[in-house]
């Protein structure tokens, strides 16, 4: 909207865009620098405010600000995980983890402090967030495993690898982004159907899930590839059969 001599005009927010607007630019601070050095007075900068009206949306202060930026990256983070119930399981995988990790690069020192904990500004209200965000790609997984009631065993592997998942990406972060994030990518997959593999060896249910998953995969897929790979590793090991 412009006004009649042709500079733009001023339009006032409502409560929800004002709101919005500064939980995005908290959260582009909080995704280069650590919560704790992170003050009000660099987020009113940040979102081109006074300190008041930031403090007008957020009474509670820099906590009820944190938290609520928290929430809002863990909203995006709880999808990261959601496809449709077709196709192959290791190109849905691959696709949730492309925005999972998109996320990560992102987001750098924000995501290291929402998973490693130990800020000033850490309260059970932010733990019990992040372990939402755990909890709900552990649902979608098992969505994508079409299991509505997993067993001890399958349950374990799928939070084992989600554990695995963030600590890959922390360790990634620490080593200056390497390997590439297509590499990081496709090992978390190869990881997950080895893992999968592995636990189906003792449990009937997961056996189970891994040759309903196998059935869709192609030759030239993912579990294609990785048993090509796979194979040469272990040849010399028929002694152990």
Do not use: N
């Not at 004002?18 to 940040?46: M, N, Y």
């Not at 009631?149 to 972060?173: D, F, K, N, Q």
Request: with cysteine; proline share 5%; net charge negative.
């Amino acid at each position: 909207m412009t006004s009649a001599t042709g500079t733009p005009a001023y339009r006032r927010l409502s409560v929800e865009e004002r709101r919005a607007q500064l939980l995005e630019a908290a959260l582009s601070l909080f995704a280069h620098r650590a919560p704790e050095e992170v003050s009000l007075d660099d987020v009113a900068e940040a979102a081109g405010v006074s300190r008041p009206l930031v403090y007008r949306y957020f009474p509670g202060g820099k906590q009820q600000l944190y938290e609520a930026a928290l929430r809002s990256a863990a909203d995006v983070l709880e999808q990261c995980f959601a496809e449709p119930a077709e196709g192959p399981l290791t190109t849905r995988l691959a696709r949730a983890l492309d925005r999972y990790l998109g996320f990560v690069d992102q987001h750098d020192m924000g995501f290291a402090a929402l998973l490693q904990g130990g800020s000033v500004v850490e309260t059970s209200r932010t733990t019990a967030i992040v372990d939402g965000v755990r909890r709900a790609a552990a649902d979608h997984i098992l969505s994508h495993l079409s299991v509505t009631e997993p067993g001890a065993r399958l349950r374990m592997t799928v939070r084992m690898w989600i554990t695995a998942v963030e600590a890959a990406s922390l360790i990634w972060l620490d080593e200056g982004k390497q390997p590439p994030l297509d590499d990081l990518r496709d090992g978390l997959v190869d990881q997950f159907m080895a893992v999968l593999t592995a636990t189906a060896c003792r449990d009937p249910e997961t056996a189970h899930v891994v040759r309903h998953a196998l059935a869709l995969e192609t030759p030239e897929g993912p579990v294609g590839t990785l048993a090509r790979r796979v194979l040469p590793v272990v040849s010399g090991a028929a002694h152990l059969l």
